[in-house]
Each structure stands twice: as structure tokens, then as C-alpha cells.
């Protein structure tokens, strides 16, 4: 049991370059969230979903589009990235609503050039 | 709408010593609070949680919170710091009208030999 794991640890892009970070759970979670973490500023909600095939958008959505094609994946990914979107970048999982645990990935460092 | 504050940025404190990092909620409605740890560069780990059970809740590594109603506080303490404590700190709040963890700026607790 994995738990919840994040691809890759670590990118550095260029200005205007695109990528897809992919994150995984393995607990059959419903929910599954996107988090950026700057310095003091805790972290805020990008987009989440609340079950395979939807999203929605959290409190900082611009420039980042998502999807969950299947039920143990959430894809977020960047069009054209920009300096303000370096960050680092944490994936979550919820199994059901309430208030129950959320369960973290690693995390993913990026940094745009 | 529910929030939380985290009333110090940094606290430091003698190893031996006892913690208090502050948190103070917003909530129309019982809460669910949570505080969280993130070492340096790790994810994020769940100390313990509140949910309308025993207001005083104990969670790992010697950690303990009082959930205060009169107050609207939820303050995390240790009677002794050790060394490994040394993290960032989250308080945070579960919304339960839109599914979302609402976080706190965190704590950055330093320990001192």
C-alpha cells in the first residue's frame, strides 16, 4: 500500500513550457486535491474532484487545468508556465466527505526559469 | 465560512521545554480541526485530530490539543520539546459545506540544544 505518491519530485522548467505532474493513491479514495505551498502562505487549494470524471476549482485555478480519468489518478497540469508558478506542489486524498484525515503525497518541487 | 489563524509565525523554544503554538478557528457550526507537521522538505503528516469527541485530544509523538469552544481555540502543546520536533506546523479547519481543509499559515518551531 503506497498511499498516496506524486511524479516527479523535482522539475525545473523554462518560461512558456508545459508539463503534466501526476498524482496516485491507491486507497480508493473518492476526493482527491491539488495543493501549491509558498512561503508564508500555508497552502492553498488549486483544484480538486470528488469522484473519477469530475473537477472543480479551488482557490487559486488560474493558469493550471486538471483531470481524473480514472478513479486512483489526478493529473494537473501547466500550459505555459510561468515564474509565479514555482512552488511546491502537494497532492491529497480523502476517502469520503467528513472530517476525515486527508492523506498527503511528497510533494513535487518546481521551479520556472 | 470557516478559517483559522495561527497567532505566531515562528516560535522557538529550549529543548526540554514545553511547546504552545497557537491557533485560533472561525466556524458556524462544530468544526473539525486537524493539526498537521511538515519537516523540512517532507509532506505533510497528521498529529492529531478534533471532531466532536473529547475536547482534549492527543496525538503522536507527545502532542496534545484542547479544543475550547468558549474561546474558539484549538492550541497544540508539549510538555517537552526534543530536538525532532523542529517543523512547520498547520492548523486546520474542514469545511464541511464545500469538502475543503482550510489552512493556516503555519508555525515554524525552532528548537534549541
Known amino acids: 500500500n503506497a498511499g498516496v505518491t506524486q511524479t516527479p519530485k523535482f522539475r525545473v522548467l523554462k518560461t512558456g513550457q508545459s508539463m503534466t505532474l501526476l498524482c496516485a493513491q491507491d486507497?480508493?479514495?473518492?476526493?482527491m486535491y491539488w495543493y501549491r505551498q509558498d512561503p508564508g502562505m500555508g497552502l492553498r487549494l488549486i483544484h480538486y474532484s470528488v469522484g473519477e470524471g469530475t473537477t472543480a476549482k479551488g482557490e487559486v485555478p488560474d493558469g493550471y487545468n486538471v483531470s481524473r480519468l480514472k478513479k486512483q489518478n489526478f493529473l494537473l497540469g501547466l500550459e505555459s508556465a510561468a515564474p509565479s508558478q514555482t512552488s511546491v506542489y502537494f497532492c491529497?486524498?480523502?476517502?469520503?466527505?467528513?472530517?476525515?484525515?486527508?492523506?498527503f503525497g511528497p510533494g513535487t518541487r518546481l521551479t520556472v526559469t | 465560512a470557516q478559517s483559522v489563524t495561527q497567532l505566531d509565525s515562528h516560535v522557538s523554544v529550549s529543548e526540554g521545554t514545553p511547546v504552545l503554538l497557537r491557533c485560533n478557528y472561525s466556524?458556524?457550526?462544530?468544526?473539525?480541526l486537524f493539526w498537521y507537521v511538515q519537516h523540512p522538505n517532507k509532506g505533510l503528516q497528521l498529529l492529531l485530530k478534533y471532531t466532536s469527541a473529547a475536547t482534549l485530544v492527543k496525538g503522536i509523538n507527545g502532542f496534545e490539543a484542547e479544543f475550547k469552544k468558549s474561546e474558539t481555540s484549538f492550541h497544540l502543546t508539549k510538555p517537552s520539546a526534543h530536538m525532532s520536533d523542529a517543523a512547520e506546523y498547520f492548523c486546520v479547519v474542514y469545511s464541511y459545506n464545500t469538502d475543503k481543509l482550510i489552512f493556516g499559515t503555519g508555525t515554524r518551531l525552532q528548537v534549541f540544544p
Open positions: 491529497a486524498s480523502l476517502p469520503r466527505p467528513g472530517g476525515y484525515e486527508q492523506y
Open positions: 466556524s458556524s457550526y462544530s468544526p473539525s
Open positions: 486507497m480508493n479514495h473518492e476526493y
